[in-house]
């Protein structure tokens, strides 16, 4: 599969070694421009490409959005008209400043602004390092750890489950991206807590 990446730090870098492992072409970006992604895609090999965010947004089938959530109104809505966008970000009012949203999940607000596409929010739970070491692809998916995911499209969250086992992780979701979606926040009982799935129903149970 063609995958977009719109961040290229921490997460977006992390995500995408797992996607090229996973048999996947990426394309990195960022807001500094393809060349200064040069040698981080030659480390990542023949399977990774720098662009511009609009052309990793219209390269990608699926697009993952790995920026700091301040940025969400400079996504490329034309090029991710269609997509799948994996909203992988996080709001912290200390870096993004105050955003009003009006009572939503950060996701549902972020969507609100991408119209035509199809937003799962995941990849935000875990901390990078996690996401970068722990990955286990070939072990069943119960001793795994869980990737969640939230958005009301169920292709597209199928689309992301399936990404999510080949890179090594158990995918379980939390819901619609206005309930699964604050289940996912910063703070909450599942934000930043490594669980393999049994504990992860367990805990999604209480909710
Ligand atoms: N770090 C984690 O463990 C972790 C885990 C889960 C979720 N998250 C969330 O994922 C997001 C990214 O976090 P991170 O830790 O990966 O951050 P990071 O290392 O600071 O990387 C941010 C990336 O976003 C790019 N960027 C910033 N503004 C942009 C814009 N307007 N257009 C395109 N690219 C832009 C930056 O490009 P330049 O370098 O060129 O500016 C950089 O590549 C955040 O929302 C964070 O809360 C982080």
């Known amino acids: 599969m063609k995958i977009g990446i719109i961040g290229s730090g921490y997460i977006g870098e992390t995500a995408a ?6 048999g996947h072409e990426v394309a990195l970006s960022n807001s500094r421009g393809p060349e200064s992604l040069k040698d981080k895609v030659r480390e ?12 990793a947004a219209a390269f990608g089938e699926v697009v993952l959005v790995a920026v700091p959530l301040k940025a969400y109104e400079q996504l490329p809505r034309a090029q991710l008209s269609g997509k799948i966008v994996i909203d992988a970000m996080n709001y912290y009012p200390q870096r993004d400043g105050e955003i009003d949203f009006q009572g939503k999940s950060t996701s549902e607000f972020v969507a609100r602004h991408l119209p035509g ?14 996401l970068g ?3 286990k692809p070939g072990t069943p998916l119960e001793e795994r750890l869980v990737l969640f995911l ?3 499209d169920a292709g597209a969250k199928q689309t992301v489950s399936q990404l999510i086992e080949q890179i090594g992780f158990a995918p379980v979701d939390t819901g619609s991206l206005a309930v699964g979606g604050k289940r996912q926040q910063p703070g909450s009982a599942v934000y930043n807590r490594p669980m393999r799935p049994a504990q992860a129903r367990e805990v999604l149970a209480t909710l």
């Open 17 to 22: 070694r797992l996607f090229i492992k996973a």
């Open 150 to 152: 939230a958005g009301d």
């Open 133 to 135: 070491q722990d990955c």
């Open 117 to 130: 596409t199809r937003v799962v929010k995941a990849f935000n739970t875990m901390w990078f390092k996690t």
């Open 44 to 55: 990542l090999g023949p399977q990774a490409r720098a662009t511009s965010v609009e052309d």
